[in-house]
């Protein structure tokens, strides 16, 4: 089993910035590729981000190219998503998830998944 542990949410204004993080333990975790979903109210859970295990590929959702990066630390087991020009449309509850098995823009695909931070953006 992996634990994932998102951290970093909170409160901003729009075109504010922030850093999400997502500690891990329990497995490997830089053997795992890995990435950020996000959920609104009323919403379905949507793909956000993706990064391959050694973090040499990524990949996002159309509406955050450009301003969201994905990153990771495999010494620190660490998976992050770096947002600015944030915008009221991102505000949702951002989860980590990684063991991906299919198509990585998929939820289903994800054996592992944190509890989620939420984002709020204000105007």
């Known amino acids: 089993q992996m634990q994932l542990v998102e951290s970093g949410g909170g409160l901003v204004q729009a075109g504010d910035s922030l850093r999400l993080s997502c500690t891990t333990s329990g497995r490997t975790f830089s053997t795992y590729a890995a990435a950020w979903f996000r959920q609104a109210p009323g919403k379905e859970r949507e793909f956000v981000a993706f990064?391959?295990?050694?973090?040499?590929?990524?990949d996002y959702v159309a509406s955050v190219k450009g301003r969201f990066t994905i990153s990771r630390s495999n010494q620190k087991n660490t998976l992050y998503l770096q947002m600015s020009s944030l915008k009221l449309e991102d505000t949702a509850v951002y989860y980590c998830a990684a063991g991906i098995s299919g198509n990585y823009r998929a939820t289903t695909s994800y054996n592992y998944w944190g509890q989620g931070t939420q984002v709020t953006v204000s105007s």
């Open positions: 990064i391959t295990s050694s973090g040499s590929s990524t």
